[in-house]
């Protein structure tokens, strides 16, 4: 059955981030390993040990900060709806998810990381990568074609491939009035037009 939509036989192109991100991946973890190294040739192994685990501590208390945070967030917000005002919205960069990224890059392993999760904690740089993020998001979610991943999040409705849109409700068989033991065989006939 042909939809009359052509189809593409050309491979597809490979993204960029899909081809440099491992590579990235692997550099970042070389060059942490190379300076924990350095740190350790200069200061001991027990300066880096101690490092390591001031890292993990911080981060700790940063993510059950920001999770506390949130947490507030979300029963504020609760209150508000249930006395009828409207909920205030979060202004980029106010949220707790970057707070939190911030507290997995100090707990993760590693001088570099530590370094990244501190900066992330300042609130200028926060808020201008929350407000980077958030212009960067819009634009992929306007941009987005139909019939995408990105569309799905905007559509709630079956297609059918005749672009028949169906809506409808699932109602189950043991809530049905009448219901009747065995398969159902009473004659359905197709939705075509």
């Known amino acids: 059955m042909t939809t009359g939509v052509p189809t593409s036989t050309a491979p597809r192109?490979?993204?960029?981030?899909?081809t440099f991100l491992p590579l990235a991946v692997a550099a970042w973890l070389i060059l942490e390993i190379w300076l924990l190294t350095v740190v350790a040739d200069a200061a001991g192994g027990l300066a880096v040990a101690?490092?390591?685990?001031?890292?993990?501590v911080l981060g700790a208390v940063v993510i059950?900060?920001?999770?506390?945070?949130?947490?507030?967030?979300?029963?504020?917000?609760f209150q508000q709806a249930q006395q009828g005002q409207q909920p205030t919205p979060q202004q980029p960069g106010r949220g707790n998810g970057l707070t939190m990224l911030a507290g997995l890059l100090l707990m993760m392993p590693g001088l570099l990381s530590d370094v990244a999760g501190l900066f992330l904690l300042l609130p200028p740089v926060r808020a201008w990568i929350g407000r980077r993020a958030a212009r960067s998001l819009e634009r992929k979610m306007a941009s987005a074609p139909a019939g995408?991943?990105?569309?799905?999040?905007q559509q709630a409705r079956i297609h059918y491939p005749d672009g028949k849109v169906v809506q409808g409700e699932v109602i189950r068989d043991e809530d049905r009035p009448g219901r009747?033991?065995?398969p159902d065989t009473?004659?359905?006939?197709?939705?075509?037009?």
């Open 13 to 18: 192109r490979r993204s960029p981030a899909r």
């Open 50 to 56: 101690a490092l390591l685990a001031g890292g993990i």
């Open 148 to 153: 995408s991943f990105g569309d799905a999040f």
């Open 180 to 182: 009747q033991d065995g």
């Open 64 to 77: 059950k900060r920001a999770g506390r945070r949130a947490f507030k967030n979300l029963s504020d917000t």
């Open 186 to 193: 009473t004659y359905r006939p197709p939705l075509t037009p």
